[in-house]
């Protein structure tokens, strides 16, 4: 394909919900990630190259802003409505803080991956 040739169109949202799945952004089918947050180089099941990503800590900035956004709010309302120990808030918040990370890092990161895959970004270009 020359450079002159229009790009086979590649849907950003299809992408996104197969990333934040952990599935290729191209079939939707292979497995994204070889390990918790290490991605495939290459789809298993279509052969797509996916080692061109630079997500770098992107995914990480977007699970700390979204933490702040849900965690924040819930602590003003639970001391507001609930007259919890300081001890056990103590374990309660830092606790959950950190489960709801790990639940949100791996999915962000493939939603990441996919929307640079989808925009061509990166070293998606080339495809």
Not at 28 to 51: M, T
Not at 74 to 80: D, F, G, R, S, W
Not at 82 to 109: D, E, N, S
Not at 112 to 125: E, L, S
Request: a positive charge.
């Amino acid at each position: 394909m020359s450079s002159d040739e229009p790009k086979p169109a590649r849907p950003l949202w299809p992408a996104l919900r197969h990333g934040l799945a952990g599935r290729c952004p191209a079939c939707g089918e292979g497995r994204l990630f070889a390990r918790f947050l290490k991605p495939v180089a290459a789809c298993p099941r279509c052969a797509e190259a996916l080692e061109g990503h630079q997500a770098d800590d992107f995914p990480a900035y977007i699970v700390i802003i979204l933490l702040g956004h849900i965690l924040v709010p819930t602590m003003i309302e639970v001391n507001y409505l609930f007259a919890i120990p300081l001890g056990w808030q103590a374990a309660i918040w830092p606790t959950l803080t950190a489960v709801l990370a790990l639940a949100m890092i791996q999915p962000v990161k493939g939603g990441v991956i996919a929307y640079q895959w989808a925009r061509r970004m990166h070293g998606f270009a080339r495809g």
